[in-house]
């Protein structure tokens, strides 16, 4: 038996598709502004592959690249008044930063509304209370994947290994949200095997290369790799190759739940855009 490929570009592709045709229908095109402070290559990377995508689906996006040396208040005053900017629908604050700034203050003073990253304490509270919220983007991609394939998530088991506050906390939340019986497993976790092979849905969130071995999957789950590990030049997820084999769904890295961050970027932007306009949410799975 050989897994069937969650192909994260093609869902991603699906979803761009239908926030253009949304797009089309708007008196008005929402703004994304995304602040990167100093040169570091995988953040001007980033930075310059969010915005490219946003300008390609129709959004105004603008960079604020700042220098290295910036201090924490001139990155306050920056964020605030971003989120008091009528015009700006969405903000992101590209991490990490330099070791001088302390993220979460930044986070903190974005507006709730304007979040898109979805890390904002009001978001995050209202995400696990089951409220409207913007959703951090990869746990909302993972749930995307599985709606687009048409796989179940209400009643399965859903074991997720890795309990960050960028995908493991937020996609436990989500699939609580959908029904689904969650565990979180972590470093502390005793014979994870014996977890991990309970799981109708496994999620890997570790980042360490070929954690999840073929032993350590029941057979016929679906596995989502988030893992983004380079090894010897190459990206390689946390799920060894040989899951495949035994896995009946499989996420592959690259090109399955990296393109879906990116995508749902782009929807939290635009569903921020309308509930802020007071059109509700668009495309929300």
Not at 198 to 209: E, F, K, P, Q, T
Not at 227 to 236: A, E, H, P, T
């Amino acid at each position: 038996m050989s897994a069937t490929t969650l192909d994260g570009k093609a869902v991603a592709a699906r979803l761009s598709s239908e926030l253009r045709a949304t797009l089309s229908t708007l008196p008005f095109s929402p703004q994304l502004v995304v602040v990167r402070v100093g040169e570091d290559p995988a953040s001007v990377s980033y930075v310059r592959g969010k915005d490219r995508t946003a300008k390609a689906l129709g959004l105004r996006s603008r960079v604020e690249a700042l220098p290295e040396a910036t201090d924490q208040g001139t990155l306050m005053q920056l964020v605030q008044a971003l989120s008091a900017d009528p015009d700006v629908d969405g903000i992101l604050v590209q991490d990490p930063l330099p070791p001088h700034l302390s993220i979460r203050p930044v986070q903190e003073a974005i507006d709730p509304a304007k979040d898109v990253d979805g890390f904002h304490p009001v978001n995050v509270g209202r995400l696990w209370n089951g409220e409207e919220a913007l959703v951090p983007c990869t746990p909302a991609g993972l749930v995307r994947i599985m709606d687009h394939y048409g796989l179940p998530i209400a009643g399965r088991e859903v074991v997720i290994v890795g309990r960050s506050t960028l995908v493991g906390k937020p996609a436990a939340a989500l699939f609580l949200g959908r029904h689904a019986t969650v565990t979180v497993a972590h470093s502390k976790t005793r014979d994870l095997a014996t977890v991990t092979r309970r799981a109708d849905i496994l999620v890997a969130a570790v980042g360490r290369h070929a954690l999840i071995t073929p032993e350590m999957v029941k057979p016929g789950a679906v596995v989502l790799d988030v893992g983004i590990n380079r090894v010897d030049g190459r990206l390689k997820g946390d799920v060894h190759p040989g899951v495949a084999e035994v896995a009946g769904y499989l996420t592959p890295v690259p090109g399955g739940v990296g393109p879906m961050t990116v995508a749902m970027l782009m929807q939290n932007t635009v569903t921020a855009a309308l509930r802020r306009r007071g059109d509700g949410p668009v495309g929300v799975r």
